[in-house]
């Protein structure tokens, strides 16, 4: 998977070969808290293991549109039943993760330069 930090994209790789482009912008950050609340609560969920796949679906949902890519909950929902339940949360807490970081290293690689 190839991500962007300073965009906040990340390719997405589900099984067949299937890949989709992921953007958590600030418009779809708000969605998913729109849709599931906070999301730095919904981040230290994940980190402890407490979560619904439903939510999984919809992080991945709106991450995927973000990232400019028409699709349906039941496109994702399908791509999730053949990449199992721990690859498809792993996948959704790696975009949550995205949304998080501060960019740390990005900022330091420009100071070094």
Do not use: C, H, W
């Amino acid at each position: 998977m190839s991500q962007n930090l300073i965009r906040a994209e990340k390719v997405l790789n589900f099984p067949n070969n299937v890949d989709y482009k992921a953007r958590m912008s600030l418009d779809v950050v708000m969605n998913i808290e729109n849709s599931l609340g906070s999301i730095m609560k919904l981040a230290l969920r994940f980190s402890e293991g407490d979560v619904t796949q439903t939510e999984v679906m919809t992080i991945l949902t709106l991450a995927i549109r973000g990232g400019g890519n028409d699709v349906k909950n039941s496109d994702i929902k399908n791509l999730m039943d053949e990449m199992g339940i721990p690859e498809a949360t792993k996948m959704a807490g790696e975009v949550l993760a995205i949304a998080l970081s501060t960019g740390d290293k990005v900022d330091q690689k420009k100071s070094e330069a």
